[in-house]
């Protein structure tokens, strides 16, 4: 079974609309992330967050909203969609206290 | 998450040819981890060091962590065509527990 699962992989959409991407893990974590990397493979974190609670919430549009309905699941909204947005978005999670992260395979956004 | 320096950004070698990345803070870290990402996939954890001095292995990588607690690097023996994708550091600082992230070093491995 995949440790940590993201759907979709590919998403292209048009400048405008509003898309969401989901993530699960089935290791019992705690912690949960999202990450942006762009064409240079540079991977920024966007939000973390632990028990369902927002810890990290680095400087992104406000059009980006991380939704977790449970501690399995960290979902990724964004509204009103730009070309700039167009990235690979990894969602991870890791224990609590432990800095181990597993990595969801990753969703390619293009927007054009 | 702020950076760490990482260099070089890109590494070109010849299969059997050794290399190494450094990964720099100005600040002191608690721990460091290292993570590979092979072209097209996901980051993968490699190890994670937290001692003052701290080496380890792991086959033909090597990894250091320096003794302020600044600084690392990962060798690598003898590449591989297996070694190709991109590694980058995560390093968490001692104060507040921020993340600080490496920009990544794409290595490429020509047969």
């Known amino acids: 079974d995949t440790a940590v699962s993201q759907t979709p992989k590919y998403l292209v959409t048009q400048m405008g609309n509003d898309k969401s991407i989901k993530c699960e893990q089935n290791?019992?974590?705690?912690?949960m992330y999202w990450y942006k990397q762009d064409s240079k493979k540079f991977l920024k974190i966007m939000f973390s967050?632990?028990?369902?609670?927002?810890?990290i919430n680095e400087t992104v549009p406000n059009r980006f909203s991380p939704k977790s309905p449970d501690k399995a699941h960290l979902n990724l909204h964004i509204n009103s969609l730009e070309l700039g947005d167009s990235a690979v978005y990894f969602c991870?999670?890791?224990?609590?206290?432990?800095?181990?992260?597993?990595f969801g395979p990753g969703t390619r956004l293009t927007v054009t | 998450g702020q950076q760490v320096m990482q260099i070089p950004q890109y590494q070109h070698v010849q299969e059997g040819e050794d290399f190494t990345t450094y990964c720099n803070s100005s600040?002191?870290?608690?721990?460091i981890q290292w993570y590979k990402q092979r072209p097209g996939g996901h980051p993968v954890f490699l190890i994670q060091?937290?001692?003052?001095?701290e080496v380890k292995k792991q086959k033909r990588l090597t990894f250091q962590f320096g003794e302020a607690k600044k600084n690392s690097s990962l060798h690598i023996t003898a590449t591989q065509t297996t070694d190709v994708g991109t590694y980058f550091c995560?390093?968490?600082?001692?104060?507040?527990?921020?993340?600080?992230f490496g920009r990544g070093t794409q290595l490429t491995v020509w047969p």
């Open positions: 991870a999670s890791s224990r609590p206290q432990a800095n181990e992260q597993y």
């Open positions: 290791l019992g974590h705690d912690t």
């Open positions: 967050y632990n028990n369902k609670e927002l810890i």
């Open positions: 600040t002191t870290l608690s721990n």
């Open positions: 060091l937290v001692k003052s001095g």
């Open positions: 995560i390093g968490r600082g001692s104060t507040l527990g921020r993340l600080y």
